[in-house]
Nanobody
Framework: QVRLVESGGGLVQAGGSLRLSCVAS???????MGWFRQAPGKEREFVAT????????YYAESVKGRFSISRDNAKNMVYLQMNSLKPEDTAVYYC?????????????????WGQGTQVTVSS
Protein backbone atom coordinates (compact mmCIF):
# COMPACT_ATOMS: atom_id res chain seq x y z
CA GLN A 1 0.00 0.00 0.00
CA VAL A 2 1.24 3.47 -0.92
CA ARG A 3 0.54 6.31 1.46
CA LEU A 4 1.04 9.96 0.63
CA VAL A 5 1.22 12.84 3.08
CA GLU A 6 1.25 16.47 1.98
CA SER A 7 2.59 19.41 3.92
CA GLY A 8 3.48 23.04 3.36
CA GLY A 9 0.07 24.57 2.87
CA GLY A 10 -0.99 27.68 4.67
CA LEU A 11 -2.00 31.30 4.35
CA VAL A 12 -0.19 33.60 1.97
CA GLN A 13 -0.78 36.98 0.39
CA ALA A 14 -1.31 37.35 -3.33
CA GLY A 15 2.05 37.42 -5.06
CA GLY A 16 3.66 35.28 -2.41
CA SER A 17 5.10 31.79 -2.58
CA LEU A 18 4.62 28.42 -0.96
CA ARG A 19 6.35 25.11 -1.38
CA LEU A 20 4.27 21.99 -0.95
CA SER A 21 5.88 18.68 -0.12
CA CYS A 22 4.60 15.15 -0.39
CA VAL A 23 6.29 12.16 1.18
CA ALA A 24 5.43 8.66 0.05
CA SER A 25 5.63 5.47 2.01
CA UNK A 26 5.50 2.17 0.21
CA UNK A 27 6.99 1.45 -3.16
CA UNK A 28 6.63 4.20 -5.74
CA UNK A 29 9.33 3.08 -8.11
CA UNK A 30 8.42 4.01 -11.70
CA UNK A 31 5.31 5.90 -10.53
CA UNK A 32 4.31 9.15 -12.12
CA MET A 33 3.36 11.76 -9.55
CA GLY A 34 0.89 14.59 -9.76
CA TRP A 35 -0.67 17.48 -7.94
CA PHE A 36 -4.37 18.24 -8.10
CA ARG A 37 -6.51 20.78 -6.32
CA GLN A 38 -10.12 21.28 -5.41
CA ALA A 39 -11.83 24.50 -4.45
CA PRO A 40 -15.24 24.65 -2.74
CA GLY A 41 -18.01 23.92 -5.20
CA LYS A 42 -15.61 22.91 -7.95
CA GLU A 43 -14.39 19.65 -9.41
CA ARG A 44 -10.97 18.25 -8.76
CA GLU A 45 -8.56 20.02 -11.08
CA PHE A 46 -5.23 19.02 -12.55
CA VAL A 47 -2.29 21.18 -11.53
CA ALA A 48 0.96 19.46 -12.47
CA THR A 49 2.48 16.07 -13.11
CA UNK A 50 5.93 14.59 -13.46
CA UNK A 51 7.19 11.35 -14.94
CA UNK A 52 8.89 8.77 -12.77
CA UNK A 53 12.41 9.90 -13.60
CA UNK A 54 11.59 13.59 -13.61
CA UNK A 55 12.31 13.85 -17.30
CA UNK A 56 9.00 15.40 -18.30
CA UNK A 57 6.59 17.75 -16.60
CA TYR A 58 3.17 19.08 -17.54
CA TYR A 59 1.18 21.95 -16.11
CA ALA A 60 -2.30 23.32 -16.22
CA GLU A 61 -2.44 26.51 -18.25
CA SER A 62 -3.65 28.37 -15.20
CA VAL A 63 -0.39 27.70 -13.33
CA LYS A 64 2.12 27.48 -16.16
CA GLY A 65 5.09 29.72 -15.52
CA ARG A 66 4.23 30.11 -11.85
CA PHE A 67 4.33 26.58 -10.44
CA SER A 68 7.08 23.99 -10.69
CA ILE A 69 6.87 20.30 -9.85
CA SER A 70 9.92 18.25 -8.94
CA ARG A 71 10.75 14.98 -7.25
CA ASP A 72 13.50 13.24 -5.36
CA ASN A 73 13.03 9.52 -5.72
CA ALA A 74 15.81 8.71 -3.27
CA LYS A 75 13.78 10.48 -0.59
CA ASN A 76 10.35 9.44 -1.87
CA MET A 77 9.45 13.10 -2.12
CA VAL A 78 7.60 15.23 -4.61
CA TYR A 79 7.35 19.01 -4.43
CA LEU A 80 5.26 21.80 -5.82
CA GLN A 81 6.88 25.21 -5.77
CA MET A 82 4.18 27.84 -6.13
CA ASN A 83 5.14 31.40 -6.97
CA SER A 84 3.15 34.51 -7.81
CA LEU A 85 0.15 33.06 -6.05
CA LYS A 86 -3.30 34.37 -6.88
CA PRO A 87 -6.55 34.22 -4.90
CA GLU A 88 -7.92 31.77 -7.47
CA ASP A 89 -5.18 29.34 -6.42
CA THR A 90 -6.99 28.88 -3.12
CA ALA A 91 -7.89 25.21 -2.79
CA VAL A 92 -7.07 21.97 -1.09
CA TYR A 93 -4.05 20.53 -2.84
CA TYR A 94 -3.64 16.79 -3.23
CA CYS A 95 -0.61 14.72 -4.04
CA UNK A 96 -1.30 11.66 -6.16
CA UNK A 97 0.59 8.66 -7.50
CA UNK A 98 0.02 6.83 -10.77
CA UNK A 99 1.56 3.34 -11.00
CA UNK A 100 2.91 3.99 -14.47
CA UNK A 101 6.08 5.74 -15.64
CA UNK A 102 4.23 8.25 -17.76
CA UNK A 103 2.42 11.41 -16.77
CA UNK A 104 -1.27 12.17 -17.17
CA UNK A 105 -3.32 15.31 -16.73
CA UNK A 106 -6.36 13.26 -15.78
CA UNK A 107 -7.06 11.94 -12.28
CA UNK A 108 -7.97 8.69 -13.97
CA UNK A 109 -5.18 6.23 -13.33
CA UNK A 110 -3.92 7.91 -10.18
CA UNK A 111 -4.43 5.15 -7.67
CA UNK A 112 -3.13 6.75 -4.50
CA TRP A 113 -3.98 10.09 -2.96
CA GLY A 114 -2.86 12.11 0.00
CA GLN A 115 -5.17 13.71 2.53
CA GLY A 116 -4.73 17.18 1.10
CA THR A 117 -3.26 20.42 2.38
CA GLN A 118 -5.07 23.74 2.39
CA VAL A 119 -3.65 26.68 0.47
CA THR A 120 -5.33 30.02 1.00
CA VAL A 121 -4.26 33.10 -0.93
CA SER A 122 -5.56 36.43 0.28
CA SER A 123 -6.22 39.33 -2.05
Amino acid sequence: QVRLVESGGGLVQAGGSLRLSCVASGRTFSYAMGWFRQAPGKEREFVATITWNGGSTYYAESVKGRFSISRDNAKNMVYLQMNSLKPEDTAVYYCAADPSPGASTSPRGYKYWGQGTQVTVSS
